[in-house]
């Protein structure tokens, strides 16, 4: 067989998608969640002059810092923003368009009428303000009374504290650093120790303990042998053996155990979590009104972007085709493009929001039904688009009821992972709601086992086996049985 080869040109006609900058920016958009497209429209605010935002002077103080080019990176995608079909906005008659503006600039909103054109104000800031472990300490070493000494070095010892409430260094090693006598030392320990939160500047965690039992009036000599020596034992549940070293009965170790485990290992830890505490802005609302779900978009969680109408304004009296013009129309350009993709993103989340509310029907009219097995896929289906942006669509953006606030994906868990001979599906969020019920109503003195869970479970029709009860137990932070059990 002989190969020949040459060159030719040959004519083909093939389909091919090609994602436009506007088309790959639509699907950031429709990915960010409400802060984050705040953040968004504020940074373009700062390249684009011509874009104005209702109350974005009140979301940039309350930020009080610039937006960061990061928030608007994202990995680009091979999925289609279905049914996107942008204006071609480079042949738009802007000076029709700006003729017929109104005083207060183009609104993204101005076409639907009615809801939307009600008065819009932002949510207020809800945050706190943010307190360390050391200044909690040093307000309350402040107002104590007591030798300049000994305050000052209890304001040493505070400041080297570690994020849980615990000694860095050791006594000797203050001591050194200081200069100080062993008795100032003692003086200045024993005032922090009576701070709160109980527990503060030990050294380990069984002082740490013992600080909080007295703090209650509850050191007495067991619970200082308790924590010195049986800390580990107490830890796994081992009651008759504490009580046979004790020489205590069962139930009086019990009652020892109970009140050490209601104590907190990390006093100080409560203020690392306060800074980085965030609240959520709802970005769609279902209301049940006579008797009927209604679903919702929350404005407030929304900016409402312009067009500067003193732009419309120069555009206008400007020439075509100089300079100025062509700065006025690619801003402006921008401006609408922006206005628009922030609609079509409002749409998207209501088509998706309607879709679950409607699938997941039971939960939302009574809070009483379970949150059933659904897919991506079996939204996209219902509402017309692809799965992936059914999945941008639920991720970050969060839906408010009578029972709560959850994200959206709390809604779509995916399909049933666990169906039996009897027909009977289950979702793994179900399980675990049934692992909790069951576990809660047990008697405490014989605790149910893992495989007495799952049988009792694959009693209704769902198959399920001891070492998934036992992943989902300790996903919910359920101890074993044997640490369950208590004694009488």
Known sequence: MELTFGQGLNLEQSQKLTLTPEMIQSLNILQFSSNDLIDFVLGQMEVNPAIDMENGDIYLKELGESIHDDRMKSEESEDIYDNVEPDDWDDYDWYDFTESMNSHGYDSRDRNAGDFQEDYYAYDSFGI?????????????????????????????????????????????????????????????????????????????????????????????????????????????????????????????QEYADLIRSFDPKPGSMYQQMESTRFIVPDVLVEIDEGKLSVKLNENAVPRVSIRSEYGQMLRESEKNTNVNVFLTTHINSAKWLAKAIEQRCNTIMKVSSAIVSEQSDFFADGRGEVKPLTMKDIAEKIGVHESTVSRAVNGKYIQSKQGIFELRYFVPGAGRFAGKKGSEATADSLKKLIRQMVAGEDRRTPLSDRSIAEAIMITGVEISRRTVAKYREEMGIPSSSMRRRVK
């Open 129 to 253: 303000e943010s307190i360390s472990l050391e200044e909690v300490l040093m307000q309350q070493l402040d107002v104590c009374p007591g030798p300049y000494i000994v305050k000052a070095i209890a304001a040493f010892i505070i400041q080297t504290l570690d994020e849980r409430g615990y000694m860095t260094m050791t006594s000797q090693e203050i001591m050194d650093e200081l200069n100080v006598e062993e008795e100032d030392l003692k003086k200045a320990l024993k005032l922090i120790h009576s701070f709160e939160p109980a527990g503060v500047g030990a050294e380990s965690l069984s002082e740490c303990l013992a600080l909080q039992a007295a703090a209650v009036d509850r050191l007495d000599t067991n619970m200082e042998l308790i924590l010195e020596n049986h800390l580990e034992d107490i830890a796994a549940n081992r009651i008759r053996e504490v009580g046979r070293a004790l020489g205590l009965k069962p139930a009086k170790v």
